[in-house]
């Protein structure tokens, strides 16, 4: 069935970049989503990207998909304490009330 | 406008309560959810409406009852609901549109606490 791996925690100092790294097992997926969830709040939608492409920008969010290894990762540069949250990675298919996989969160901390 | 709203915020019930949270969306969306999460674990399905029709019932105990008054309001009737019911919920809406993008907006969920 379709999984989505991801690391627990992340740690960085403020200023630096962070790299979120996150598999996928379904080749059909079309979307890969980052969501983002500061404590105490719903999810919000930072980014998607569909399958047929290899990078998307969006002022500090760089979003890298390999589809060959069914890699996903989110960077965030000059990472700031506002950050810190938990970041799903996601991935689901066009069409329908198709019910996009989640992963577990990977939780980042940002230091001063 | 991607705004999903949620009410209320947190609410408290006893056991024998009968409480109801609510959501709204004006982004035309036909779909639209139900997800429970625990602290820290990732949002779990509930419910699917699908043009106002529940498509998707993830085996959801029946102290959980689902409503869709019309395509921008969706309910979550509760009742006897036990400690371990204690979680935020999440709804979510998405266009449902056959071929395009199915991208779920989340709301800020309701904390709900269980004594």
């Known amino acids: 069935g379709e999984d989505v791996e991801q690391s627990l925690f992340l740690s960085v100092r403020e200023g630096d970049s962070s790299v979120i790294n996150c598999t996928y097992t379904d080749s059909s997926s079309t979307y890969l989503y980052w969501y983002k969830q500061e404590p105490g709040a719903g999810l919000q939608l930072l980014t998607y990207i569909f399958s047929n492409m290899d990078m998307k920008q969006d002022q500090r969010l760089t979003v890298l998909l390999n589809k060959k290894d069914k890699h996903l990762s989110l960077r965030i540069a000059d990472t700031q304490t506002g950050d810190s949250a938990i970041y799903f990675c996601a991935e689901g298919k066009a069409g329908g009330s198709y019910i996009p996989t989640f992963g577990r969160g990977t939780s980042l901390i940002v230091h001063p | 406008d991607t705004e999903v709203t949620q009410t209320p915020k947190h609410l408290v019930m006893g056991m024998t309560n009968k409480k109801s949270l609510k959501c709204e969306q004006h982004?035309?969306?036909?779909?639209m959810y139900w997800y429970k999460q625990k602290a820290k674990k990732p949002p779990e399905l509930m419910f699917v409406y699908s043009y106002e029709k529940l498509s998707i019932n993830e085996s959801v105990p029946s102290r959980f009852s689902p409503e869709c008054p019309n395509s921008s309001l969706l309910n979550l009737h509760l009742h006897a609901l036990q400690p371990e019911d204690s979680a935020l919920y999440l709804c979510a809406s998405s266009q449902d549109r056959a071929g395009g993008t199915d991208t779920q907006y989340f709301g800020p969920g309701t904390r709900l606490t269980v004594l």
């Open positions: 982004m035309g969306h036909r779909a």
